[in-house]
């Protein structure tokens, strides 16, 4: 995601960071590589325009041309007017609570709106709420049956009538059934096609009139680009939409729509998906996707991650384990668990500062496949072994080796890095291996997070 963007911005920051004075003449240079990097990335050229004036009236003012520091002033500039570009630093709207509420999902066939409306039930189960899934595109038979099986995965009710019934009774009808069950949030998903047409948008704008919602989202593929930026102007102009929800954008997207789309619309990216997974949906923060976009990280994603993933009381335990020098590798297998939840290993690095325009880290073969085998090898081991990695021995090592179908030279891989990632982690804490508490975060298990705990992770990558 925005590698490419990334890489020229970051190269264009260093050369500008060089210079000990900057004139009219430098910045306008350097926004003309700026305008041509935006561009490349498939961002709307009115939404560059926009950016690029807007940068340059607060560039070539006496404070930066004057400044001690005129490269930082401009990439100061840059960072904010990013983020003033993709919806400000407001907190992204909620659903508000205490009555039921209507989310109604459109877009074109392929855009990923199944999908959404399975993850955005599970993010507000987990927030308390209680959702109901409506599979109201009776076109395709399988986006009903793809939307019963989500809901089943994730224990949330489906309601449908078949491809027989009209698309607005089913929305009238899920109305209805929400009443009787006391469920306050319901989902549509509604039907798509290959492009935009008269037929689509008439039906989307009876069912709108009928079950009112609260939520008019527009789901776009992010790796349409300028495309999805220009569906999602259509839709408004037709319908109204009152956000979006973007897909795919941790796919080979150059990152055009999710910095245009606010600006062509006027409406907030209120969602992104960021993985095939249920749980990979994130609410979308202008301030950290620009700190991402210019390799500043996102460290606030990064807690709320770790947060998610462990409870306070499971983060205190494994830190006095870490202590105490009893971390093992059945505490091995549950940490690879988690950093599976969380997305992976190059996923979190890539939320450090500076860590994502490191070609270390892109290149990290640190992936789901190596995971598997890590956890395949301990699990091969006896009870006694992975409580006590200590007895592994010469003659355990090959026998573990072929239990879990790898070589010897993987399971001395695999103890080699467990003992370094103990070493390393016992000396950080105390000092920097606490997470910095988030106001109303929660744990798993819907726990409040404790203020300054420890984050739980052990690093576990190549070295």
């Known amino acids: 995601m925005f590698d490419n963007l990334q890489g020229k911005l970051n190269g264009l920051f260093k050369k500008l960071s060089g210079q000990s004075r900057l004139s009219e003449a430098n910045i306008d240079e350097a926004l003309k590589e700026v305008r041509l990097a935006l561009l490349d990335a498939d961002v709307n050229y009115r939404a560059t325009k926009k950016f690029i004036n807007d940068v340059r009236e607060r560039a070539v003012g006496q404070d930066v041309l004057k400044s001690l520091t005129p490269g930082q002033q401009v990439i100061k500039i840059v960072h904010e007017e990013l983020i003033n570009l ?23 066939q392929g855009s990923g709106k199944t999908t ?219 940490q690879v668990k988690q950093v599976r939840e969380m997305g992976g290993v190059r996923e979190m690095l890539q939320l450090l500062p500076g860590m994502g325009t490191n070609a270390a880290v892109k290149n990290l073969d640190m992936g789901e496949r190596e995971l598997v085998k890590f956890e395949a090898i301990v699990m091969s081991m006896t009870k006694g072994e992975r409580s006590r990695p200590k007895l592994i021995n010469g003659s355990r090592r090959k026998r573990i080796a072929t239990g879990s179908g790898t070589q010897v030279q993987d399971v001395n891989q695999l103890l080699t890095r467990f003992d370094q990632a103990k070493k390393m982690v016992k000396k950080q ?30 690093p576990f990558g190549r070295n």
């Open 429 to 458: 804490l105390g000092s920097r291996f606490t997470a910095p508490a988030t106001r109303g975060a929660k744990g798993r298990k819907g726990k409040k997070s404790g203020k300054g705990r420890p984050s739980g992770l052990v």
């Open 86 to 108: 993709m919806g400000g630093s407001e907190k992204p709207p909620s659903l508000p609570g205490g009555s039921r509420q209507v989310i109604m999902l459109m877009g074109l």
């Open 116 to 334: 959404s409306a399975a993850k955005l039930a599970l993010h507000y189960k987990q927030e308390g709420r209680r959702p109901l899934l409506v599979a109201a595109d009776v076109y395709r038979p399988a986006a009903i049956d793809q939307l019963v099986v989500l809901g089943q995965q994730i224990e949330v009710p489906v309601f449908s009538l078949g491809t027989d019934a009209d698309p607005v009774k089913i929305a009238t009808g899920a109305l209805d059934r929400a009443d009787r069950d006391v469920l306050d949030t319901v989902i549509l998903d509604t039907a798509g096609r290959l492009h935009i047409d008269d037929e689509m948008m008439s039906e989307l704008e009876r069912i709108k009139a009928k079950v009112n919602p609260y939520w008019r989202l527009f789901v776009a593929d992010s790796m349409t680009g300028q495309d999805a930026t220009q569906q999602a102007e259509i839709f408004h102009e037709k319908i109204g939409i009152d956000g979006v929800v973007l897909t795919k954008l941790d796919g080979d997207t150059r990152g055009g729509a999710a910095i245009s789309i606010r600006a062509v619309t006027g409406k907030p990216v209120l969602f992104a998906g960021v993985g095939e997974k249920l749980e990979n949906l994130e609410v979308f923060y202008p301030d950290r996707m620009a700190s991402r976009i210019l390799g500043m990280g996102d460290v606030l994603t990064l807690i709320e991650k770790a947060e998610s993933a462990y409870t306070e009381e499971e983060a205190r335990s494994i830190s006095k384990r870490i202590r105490g020098n009893d971390f093992n590798f059945n505490d091995f297998i549950d």
